[in-house]
């Protein structure tokens, strides 16, 4: 049992102003696993004092120092590598494996690519005789999700941190053990005090006092749409910087020149991945319509070879995250059903076998029409939808066709046809043929997937203010 009752702020731990305790689940016992504090404006108040304070001195760091600070964290990261890991299987279900090889790594990386950038940033320009300069923005609100804890963290304090920043994190309270680990590697690693500071606590509360607290300079969200126009009302009075990277509803266009079954086995896969709890899954497969008896087949034949089970067990998929997850998800399989999508795979219910736990059959619909429920709605589980398109310009349409813009993915024979089609898809991340992830590419997206980007040097601009000394030279 975790029992993590205390707060991060100003370099120790230190108790709630209040106690309101929660429980933590595991979703794939539905047992508690451990508790946490739930914060309340007082709390985000401590908090923000001290980052304003810290940031006083930390702003003007130099970039040596900062240097040896991302070090240290690196160090102090890989160390704690297997705790870690081991957190993300237990809060949120992700299958050991998964966990070792991608939630922990993936956040490391970032820290990486911050310290590379950081050692040739240049943060001064000129324009004639004006004199350009780049400056921290201050103090930071971060309040990241439950999906990829460790990532969106990483994402976020990584470059925050070396640009000079100060912060306060709010991680999801639905997953929050690896995020109460992360706060032992920073102190673990004489982060300066108030530099970094950890406050638990929900949405309607904690992340609202983040949002609307008139110290806290920008903030930065990761979640859903709906949760990003809220913090964003919250932000509103105080004219903050606000960063989001929200939800997507991602086309995966596959072309008439592209190898079908290569295509739709790798587009299958890849949206089991996690559970199918990813913003910039490729949620919709998009592809010749006369071919999709074909397409399906190969669908529901993928989809066979999928292992659902335990995450402490060689499984593909673990639970998904939550009872009000599951729900939410098997609502609109059902919805698929009633509105005439072909069930190829899956379908309602928990897998055989699985009596307990959150877990989903992994499910894909073929015969999708662009109007339905499950090709408008932002499902985050393991579902798929398949679109027939007649024309590649429909193909187009279809794909720019959502309220979303976070994500596309382009399958062609011809790289140089992958291209010209990328090029009008309407998202901010394009994958050709399956490209693998570069966290140092700029990732956000367009439309209500959010506004700004994260990743790599565009992350680093994100935390900084511009200032223009006329008549310097």
């Known amino acids: 049992m975790r029992n993590y009752l205390d707060f991060y702020i100003d370099g120790a731990w230190v108790a709630p102003m209040r106690s309101r305790p929660q429980d933590v689940i595991n979703p794939a016992t539905e047992q508690v696993a451990g508790q946490i504090s739930l914060a309340e404006a007082a709390d985000i108040d401590r908090a923000v004092t001290a980052a304003r304070r810290a940031f006083r001195s930390f702003g003007g760091s130099s970039k040596a120092e900062r240097i040896d600070l991302l070090d240290a964290i690196i160090a102090e990261y890989k160390a704690r590598s297997r705790d870690l890991a081991d957190a993300v299987v237990e809060e949120m279900g992700a299958p050991a494996a998964l966990a070792a090889v991608a939630h922990v790594p993936l956040a490391l990386v970032h820290f990486e690519i911050a310290r590379k950038i950081l050692l040739k940033f240049d943060p001064s320009s000129e324009l004639g005789s004006t004199r350009l300069v780049k400056e921290p923005i201050g103090v930071v609100g971060m ?141 919709r497969m998009l592809l010749p319509a006369r071919r999709m008896l074909e397409a399906a087949e190969i669908a529901r034949q993928t989809i066979g070879r999928q292992r659902v089970g335990p995450p402490s067990e060689e499984v593909d ?90 994500a596309g993915y382009v399958q062609a024979g011809d790289r140089e046809h992958g291209r010209a089609v990328a090029m009008r898809i309407r998202a901010g991340q394009i994958a050709l ?26 992350a680093f601009h994100e935390f900084m203010e511009v200032k223009a000394i006329l008549g310097y030279a």
Not at 245 to 263: F, Q, R, T, V, Y
Not at 381 to 388: C, F
Not at 434 to 454: I, M
């Open 433 to 458: 043929n399956y490209a693998p992830l570069d966290l140092a590419a700029p990732f956000g997206g367009f439309k209500q997937s959010g506004n700004g980007r994260e990743w790599g040097e565009y």
């Open 143 to 283: 309040i990241t999700p439950w999906n990829w804890p460790l990532n969106q963290i990483a994402c976020k304090v990584a470059p925050a941190l070396a640009v000079g920043c100060t912060m306060i994190l709010k991680p999801s309270e639905v997953a929050p053990f690896s995020g109460q680990i992360f706060a032992e590697v920073m102190h673990a690693t004489r982060v300066p005090a108030g530099v970094f500071n950890l406050v638990n606590g929900d949405g309607a509360t904690a992340g609202a006092a983040i949002a609307s607290h008139p110290d806290i300079d920008m903030v930065s969200f990761t979640g859903s749409t709906r949760g990003g126009i809220e913090v964003a009302r919250s932000a509103a009075a105080t004219v903050k910087r606000v960063h989001q990277e929200l939800g997507g509803k991602s086309a995966n266009i596959i072309l008439e020149d592209a190898d079908l079954p290569s295509a739709v086995r790798q587009g299958v896969e890849a949206m089991m991945v996690n559970s199918g709890q990813s913003c910039n899954a490729p949620s």
């Open 317 to 406: 998929l673990g639970p998904v995250v939550s009872e009000v997850q599951w729900s939410r998800i098997q609502d609109l399989i059902a919805k698929g059903i009633q509105e005439g999508a072909t069930l190829v795979a899956g379908g309602l219910g928990r897998p055989d076998g699985l009596n307990q736990g959150y877990y989903v059959r992994p499910t894909v619909f073929a015969d999708v029409t662009n109007n339905m429920s499950i090709a408008r709605e932002e499902i985050f589980g393991p579902v798929l939808v398949m679109i027939g398109y007649d024309h590649e310009e429909q193909a187009i349409d279809i794909a720019n066709d959502t309220p979303y813009g976070l």
